[in-house]
């Protein structure tokens, strides 16, 4: 997947990385194997000019969730 790809090569590399639209894959964002994970794993080893924006739409009723907390 090429976010997964820009996300562990600007971890290692310093590099600044932008997830858009990250609402359009939610099943991807929870778990070891998503982003939540991703994130996990490279908090451990990035370098320290790493940076990880991402972008979402606001959920459609003020109870849901789009973003799992450990991610915000």
Known sequence: ???KKALFDSAR??????LQNVHLMQ?????????EGYLEE???????????FI???????????IIPESIL
Do not use: Q
């Not at 590399?13 to 932008?18: F, L």
């Open 13 to 18: 590399d310093g590099n600044w990385v932008m």
């Open 1 to 3: 997947m090429r976010a």
């Open 55 to 65: 972008s979402s739409e606001p959920p459609s009723m003020a109870d849901m969730n």
């Open 27 to 35: 099943s991807w964002l929870i778990g070891i194997n998503g982003l």
């Open 42 to 52: 490279i908090y451990k080893t990035c370098h320290p000019g790493f940076r990880c």
